[in-house]
């Protein structure tokens, strides 16, 4: 790797240089020099850590490895792709990782905006919601998720079920009911990054041109009509953004669910990102963990792919 | 009532249920960490009680302290921080203000690698870190961290090198400045909000962390977030101790939410305008 060039060119080395008609090359290689030491550490890191395993992975989902059996391993080629296609668990992971995130998306992109239009009108308070938002954002999903499994959910101890109780609907099996465990772990992402949703869209609202709604109200335009025509229309490259960035980190997922159902009851909460762990690391089948690790990882390619086409097209 | 009226109260009650609900689960956990055994179990739920430190006691000093924990915490999201910005501030100042060949493929690089799903590289990390002896020690897992906080990091710095005027580093290098001294001196200070605004969010990711945390950790070295997991078990849970462990969990990250508020809006919105942003 080369030194960074540190030494600039004096004044009289301008002059010759420039005489020899070359000062833009000698300064442009130079440039470049310092570029690549500058970007040498980050990148090299970035390798090790990102392509390099993933090349790994390619690899070893081509084998049939087996920490329980290794007596048995060997190179299969695309047998765990075959039999992936095969398998019914994982494709009804599939679907459970799609239910999953565009229902925590949704709620959240509605709910933040809905809360965002609301706490801009107001004259006092807004303080308060800003404070008390950035809360759940900053807390581990780990965390949030055992919080929510004890204190919040558990039957006849949890807030919830004490609510559920009080209101009349008796106590429930919140995490042991398939689809009350699935609305409760959609519930858990929700609860801690709607506020996200709302801190984005509130600045965003804030930072929006005051006499456009001024002229709009001139022109007698209706609550619901200046929503339509002018919030939601320069409101929208931000709503877009959010959208993406939510159902990427939603596609993540993991520990939020792993602490509190860790996939069940059976595999009703088991999103794609947990069967590949609960197949790799509690099955102990590395070489078909990793053809589902591959395919997770198209998956997630095929979304933001198709997120943000979506995006580019306005 | 006129219809003003209903509007204001119906706008206060709104608020103030989302308000409850977002501060809800913390606090009440907050309330359980200082009960002890008896009023934690109490049914119905015990609003008012007589506080005790009884379980941030045993969890700290107890037999199964998680003391060691929280140290292993801070040192892994401490380590990830300075390791991270040691490199991200340099390639950050590269991608934004000099010219190069390939760099709009670096740039698309460094995007890409902060959109890889944690789950899809566990486990060619789990089997080389195990090849190379590095499972339960602080460099396998603060390297493995680099995967997604140098991305993070990068890509918000970048935003903020960007908006630095270019007159800035000319007139130091017709003074005859080096570029070295240049970006230490001139174009570094000009960037302390994004560095602080980073710092936060490296810190935050590595501190909260968990499925890395689960399969790369051990006996050695267990953050606080998978050792919360010996308070649980099938046969019983201990209430009081799990929530002191929660709280000790979430209070750095609480504290540096609260006195960081504003760095953190920052952060979200620079990453919602420029497409970045991670967990």
């Keep these: ?167 009349g609907l008796g106590s429930k099996n919140w995490l042991g009911d398939p689809l009350l465990a699935m609305i409760s772990v959609v519930v858990i992402h929700t609860w801690q990054w709607t506020p996200f949703a709302f801190m984005v869209l509130l600045a965003s609202l804030a930072s929006l041109p005051e006499d456009i709604y001024e002229a709009a109200r001139l022109d007698r335009a209706s609550a619901w009509q200046r929503f339509r025509r002018i919030t939601v229309p320069l409101l929208r490259p931000a709503i877009v953004m959010v959208v993406i960035m939510r159902t990427m980190v939603a596609l993540t997922a993991f520990a939020a669910i792993f602490t509190v159902t860790a996939g069940g009851p059976g595999t009703a909460t088991e999103i794609l990102n947990l069967y590949t762990y609960r197949k790799s690391f509690t099955e102990l089948s590395i070489g078909y963990g990793s053809a589902l690790a591959v395919a997770l990882l198209v998956v997630t390619i095929l979304i933001s792919g198709v997120l943000f086409a979506l995006r580019r097209a306005k | 009532m006129t219809a003003r009226r209903i509007r204001i109260v119906a706008v206060f009650a709104i608020s103030f249920i989302f308000l409850l609900a977002w501060a809800f689960p913390i606090v009440w956990s907050v309330l359980n960490s200082l009960k002890n055994d008896r009023d934690v179990l109490a049914y119905p739920p015990k609003l008012i009680f007589t506080p005790t430190l009884e379980a941030y006691r045993d969890v700290l000093f107890g037999s199964a302290s998680i003391l060691p924990n929280l140290v292993s915490s801070f040192i892994i999201a401490i380590g990830t921080t300075v390791i991270t910005m040691l490199m991200a501030v340099p390639a950050a100042y590269a991608l934004a203000r000099l010219r190069f060949r390939g760099k709009k493929f670096a740039g698309f690089y460094v995007l890409a690698t902060q959109m890889l799903p944690p789950v899809g590289i566990i486990i060619p990390y789990f089997l080389i870190l195990r090849n190379i002896g590095w499972i339960d020690t602080y460099q396998g897992i603060i390297l493995i961290y680099l995967s997604f906080s140098l991305p993070f990091a990068i890509w918000l710095l970048v935003s903020y090198f960007e908006d630095i005027p270019f007159e800035m580093e000319e007139a130091a290098y017709l003074d005859g400045a080096s570029r070295l001294r240049t970006l230490w001196r001139i174009i570094i200070p000009q960037v302390r909000g994004g560095i602080a605004v980073s710092i936060v969010f490296v810190f935050l990711n590595a501190w909260n962390e968990f499925l890395f945390a689960v399969v790369l950790s051990g006996n050695t070295v267990r953050p606080v977030t998978v050792a919360m997991f010996n308070f649980v078990s099938v046969e019983q849970t201990l209430w009081a101790k799990l929530a002191a462990v929660s709280v000790l969990a979430m209070l750095p990250v609480v504290i540096l939410g609260v006195v960081a508020q504003k760095n953190i809006v920052k952060g979200l919105t620079v990453g919602a305008v420029k497409g970045g942003g991670r967990r």
């Design chain 1, 1 to 167: 790797m080369a030194k960074p060039t540190t030494a600039a060119i004096p004044a009289s080395g301008i002059a010759a240089a420039t005489a020899s008609g070359d000062l833009g090359r000698v300064l442009a290689q130079r440039e470049r020099r310092f570029a690549a030491a500058l970007l040498a550490p980050a990148f090299l890191a970035l390798l090790a850590t990102t392509t390099l395993p993933l090349m790994f992975l390619v690899g070893t989902s081509a084998f049939r490895m087996d920490l329980a059996m290794p007596f048995a391993d060997g190179f299969v080629g695309f047998e765990n792709y075959r039999a992936l296609l095969a398998d019914e668990r994982f494709w009804s992971s599939l679907l459970v990782s799609l239910i999953y995130t565009g229902s925590t998306v949704v709620l959240q992109v509605a709910l933040g905006l809905a809360l965002a239009l609301l706490v801009m009108d107001m004259k006092r308070g807004q303080g308060w919601f800003r404070l008390i938002a950035i809360l759940p954002v900053v807390l581990s999903p780990a965390v949030v998720g055992m919080i929510w499994r004890t204190f919040m959910l558990a039957p006849e101890f949890g807030i919830v079920d004490f609510l559920a109780i009080n209101a």
